[in-house]
């Protein structure tokens, strides 16, 4: 018997080419992480911004606070939509590894599904009662995200997990009933801390961009925004350092070696550093600037960039801890092309059905999608 | 055993159910209910109707709120319960069909899109773009049932995709159409159930109620027409379920049938004849209804496929064929990757072969409880009836261990039951022979039924003459267990089945249906020429 049993994936090939499928899980999880982080991280806005508007002298807050309303639910409907595709293409590559990690602390995980359908309807409650300022609707959101924090946790305790085979076998003897969880990993508590701290910072980018928008239609709530966002990010940006570095602290030292040896990912690092703070300093000086607005936007840009390589250095990383256990040059490989290509053409034409619905919402001219709930 | 077990209260199979369920109910009404807006809206539109258009607004609403949230997520509930319950077989569809499901990722992106828009855009949007929406949202969400059904129908009927592998095959298999049209009824069905939720208190009351009640009368008709087709598309094994006498299979049948009745009842009486009797009672027992016919279809969908959960591919308990013949040459302890002791010898080790092996559709004492079903087992005699586990009524997929395993499980089956001691009298020797035949014979004979009915054998012999018998019995066929119960047994089961094979035949049995020695031979596995759609 092998000391580190690692389940097999069965004979049948993969049905498409290996680095087609590397690359639409690398942008599907950026695209979900994104939504995510507007989900996570606008949730904490409009609950402080709930709270503090409370109180008459702060105006802005309020409607901060119910404008946000209104988006989250749409966030968190996009977070969902968008994690399926990641999750199917995280099942192809690494089935074998995510079945398994997902089975040891199968309770929690199972227990991610109703925990986001009361999240979800405690979203769209906010969005119905914010403006009217009923008692119970600041408690609900407060509730809802701390069940996403919830949820987002043991997402991590999973993604950490299923790249630790080793730690297998122990978990299963201790409870095979599910009841585990991975904190016995050193870096599950900073990778937590990481990613929400990063979705924080993410979304405040967004809303220094959305609030960039605003400027035109209404200069003091927009600079309002900017400027309280752009505060926010750049000190959310900072923290995120620390809580990196702690993270590359944290993982096992002969995977940190071999990461930090690789060149394509000491170069993918690099660039995400650099961004980062390029994003930090565009933003921050954009927010001061009264009027230009296209430092924010490229402010924002460039912190979108930087998820997008955040996400391929995470997809490195899991290379190198499942390096041992797992080689997806050897999978046997028998591309569907047909399919394939239909795939591609429907998705082209599945984007161009969305942007033809949103044209129409925009030709209406009288409301915006985003930032409307359903009435 | 390639993966670990997750072990537990419940069998996982009935956790996928009760998710299943619940998903389904809701994902039919999605489509149905998009239809039904769409339909609604137009009729509406083009008949000015303010309270109707009113009706439709408040509707789509509710609509979101179920489907959006509770439909979506409990849809990605099933892809963690499959994943936890059977990874094999989700690696596997998967394996087959990503692009499938990337396809229907599409459809889905649309329709969450579509669905937001619609809900939202009641005041801002001019009509006619208001109905496009919502006639994309109608066909988004029917493309990708359409899909999913492909996907799903692969796993009992997946025709020539077994010597092909194509894609095309598989999702194009024998029972795609029937499928597609029944879960189209069954969201039609559901759509006018579930357009009462929001039914109107005073203006257009009567109109709505009428206009829902046709949809769930045509919902109604077309069911049973449809599932008479897809079940005359279904394997032979599959259809031979139907008469084994399985109770779930009986009441799921009768619910099916008495939910859509009832439905249809109510629709008749409270919607199209007295709308003013549409009040919250009957509205929620239709939608009572409606989860009981969803149910009840799931349970005859997922048990007509045992013992595969892909037919002809993998096994319902998460195994191919091939990995079983690896381990009922090696056994579990040698091949398994996630055991709980390596000490093949200790109790734990025929406890973690329960869970291993019977836990994905059985439990210790509640549902499908293993406890009364081994009632009256010995070691001796369990381990020798698991070799033949695959034949008992054809729901099980043969045993994957080897002599060891049988004899470790065996002894922790025959534990679950005090073993049987009786004082035998004349009083009670038909009822003790009536137990005894269900836990040595029962599992795999009827004495007068039509399946592998023993009246043939024993008809006019006497007890003694039957009881000469038993000890032949483990040459007889090589897939009957040796015969090891006690003397007394013995006497009181020959008792028994003498009595029953002398009763008077009511009238003529069909030829037994069953499977014979032959086609069982468990040296021809996977190839069992009656599961073959004929």
């Not at chain 1, 565009?282 to 997008?308: D, R």
């Not at chain 1, 569907?336 to 942007?355: D, E, R």
């Not at chain 2, 395993?405 to 004082?423: I, V, Y």
Request: glycine residues 8%; proline residues 6%.
């Amino acid at each position: 018997m092998q000391t580190v049993p690692i389940p097999q994936t069965g004979s049948l090939p993969l049905p498409g080419p290996v680095w087609l499928f590397t690359v639409l899980l690398v942008v599907s999880l950026t695209l979900h992480l994104a939504a995510m982080n507007s989900a996570l991280g606008g949730g904490i806005w409009a609950l402080w911004n709930y709270f503090r508007g409370r109180h008459a002298e702060h105006p802005n807050s309020r409607r901060l606070a119910s404008e946000l309303a209104l988006m989250l639910p749409n966030f968190l409907a996009f977070t969902v939509t968008l994690g399926v595709a990641a999750l199917l293409f995280v099942q192809v590559l690494f089935g074998n590894f995510f079945y398994t990690s997902s089975i040891l602390i199968g309770v929690l995980w199972l227990a991610v599904i109703p925990l986001l359908i009361a999240a979800y309807y405690g979203f769209y409650y906010f969005s119905y009662t914010s403006e009217k300022g009923r008692g119970m609707s600041g408690f609900v959101l407060a509730i809802s995200f701390c069940v996403l924090l919830g949820v987002a946790f043991v997402y991590v305790n999973n993604m950490a997990l299923m790249q630790s085979p080793e730690r297998w076998q122990a978990m299963y003897r201790a409870h095979p009933n599910g009841w585990n969880l991975n904190v016995g990993d050193r870096s599950v508590i900073p990778r937590y801390l990481h990613i929400v701290n990063g979705a924080i910072a993410l979304f405040s980018a967004i809303l220094a961009h959305f609030g960039m928008r605003k400027l035109k239609a209404d200069l003091e709530y927009g600079r309002w925004i900017v400027q309280r966002s752009a505060m926010v990010f750049a000190a959310c940006t900072g923290l995120q350092f620390l809580f990196g570095m702690w993270m590359l602290m944290a993982i096992p030292r002969h995977i940190a070696i071999v990461l930090l040896q690789d060149p394509l990912a000491v170069t993918v690092f690099g660039m995400a550093l650099m961004s980062a703070v390029a994003a930090m300093l565009l933003i921050l000086l954009g927010s001061f600037a009264e009027k230009n607005n296209a430092m924010v936007h490229a402010g924002f840009g460039m912190s979108l960039v930087t998820l997008f390589l955040m996400v391929c250095l995470r997809y490195l990383l899991r290379m190198i801890y499942l390096k041992p256990y797992a080689n997806l040059g050897a999978l046997a490989v028998s591309p569907q092309n047909g399919v394939i290509a239909l795939f591609m053409v429907l998705f082209l034409g599945g984007l161009a059905t969305v942007g033809y619905m949103l044209r129409l919402v925009a030709r209406s001219g009288k409301t915006r999608i985003s930032a409307d709930g359903p009435n | 055993m390639n993966y670990p077990h997750w072990q537990l209260v419940i069998p996982g199979g009935l956790l996928i159910a009760f998710v299943a369920v619940l998903h389904v109910f809701v994902s039919h009404f999605a489509v149905g209910g998009g239809f039904f807006l769409a339909v609604t809206e137009s009729i509406a539109r083009r008949q000015k109707d303010a309270a109707l258009i009113d009706y439709c607004r408040r509707h789509s609403k509710f609509f979101a709120l179920l489907t959006l949230v509770f439909g979506t997520i409990t849809g990605v509930g099933i892809w963690f319960t499959i994943g936890l319950v059977s990874p094999e077989a989700t690696s596997t569809l998967i394996h087959i069909f990503v692009w499938a499901w990337a396809i229907e990722w599409v459809f889905f992106f649309v329709e969450i899109s579509a669905a937001i828009i619609y809900v939202k855009t009641w005041e801002s949007l001019p009509a006619h773009d208001h109905q496009v929406v919502g006639w994309i949202y109608v066909v988004a969400s029917w493309m990708s049932l359409f899909v999913i059904n492909g996907i799903l129908t692969f796993m009992l009927t997946p025709g020539s995709w077994i010597t092909t592998h194509n894609f095309w095959d598989g999702i194009f298999n024998p029972t795609f159409l029937p499928s597609l049209v029944t879960r189209t009824a069954v969201s039609v069905f559901l759509a006018g159930i579930f357009g009462y939720v929001s039914l109107p208190k005073s203006e257009g009351r009567d109109k709505v109620a009428r206009w829902s009640a046709l949809w769930i009368v045509a919902g109604a008709l077309v069911l049973p027409l449809s599932l008479w087709w897809y079940f005359a598309c279904i394997p032979q094994f599959s259809r031979l379920y139907f008469d084994r006498g399985f109770i779930g299979v009986r009441h799921a049948i009768r619910g099916g049938i008495g939910f859509t009745l009832m439905a249809l009842v109510i629709a008749l009486l409270c919607g199209l004849w007295k709308p003013r009797w549409m009040r919250r009672p009957p509205v929620g027992f239709l939608l009572v209804c409606g989860l009981g016919v969803i149910g009840a279809g799931e349970y005859l969908r997922e048990f007509v496929r045992k013992p595969w959960v892909i037919n002809q591919v993998l096994y319902a308990n998460d195994l191919r064929p091939a990995r079983i013949d690896a381990l009922q040459s090696q056994g579990v302890s040698d091949t398994a990757n996630f055991l709980l002791t390596p000490d093949t010898a200790s109790s734990n080790y025929g406890e973690n072969l329960f869970y291993l092996q019977c836990g994905k559709c059985h439990s210790v004492a509640g549902y499908r409880a293993m406890r009364w079903r081994v009632d009256g087992w010995d070691t001796e005699f369990a381990a020798d009836i698991l070799q033949h586990i695959h034949m008992l009524r054809g729901t099980m997929p043969p045993y994957p261990g080897n002599k060891g395993d049988r004899r470790s499980l065996g002894r922790c089956l025959a534990s679950l039951n005090p073993s049987w001691q009786f004082t035998i009298t004349d009083a009670n020797r038909l009822a003790v022979g009536e137990r005894v035949f269900g836990a040595r014979c029962g599992h795999c004979h009827t004495v007068n039924g039509n399946f592998r009915p023993l009246r043939g054998a024993f008809e006019n012999r006497t007890p003694s003459q039957v009881r000469a018998i038993f000890p032949a019995l483990g040459e007889m066929s090589s897939n009957m267990p040796v015969f090891n119960a006690p003397d007394d047994q013995a006497q009181a089961l020959a008792f028994y089945i003498s009595h029953e094979a002398g009763k008077p035949m009511p009238f003529k049995q069909p030829p037994p249906e069953a499977p014979t020695s032959r086609s069982h031979s468990r040296f021809a596995r996977p190839a069992r020429p009656w599961q073959e759609v004929p």
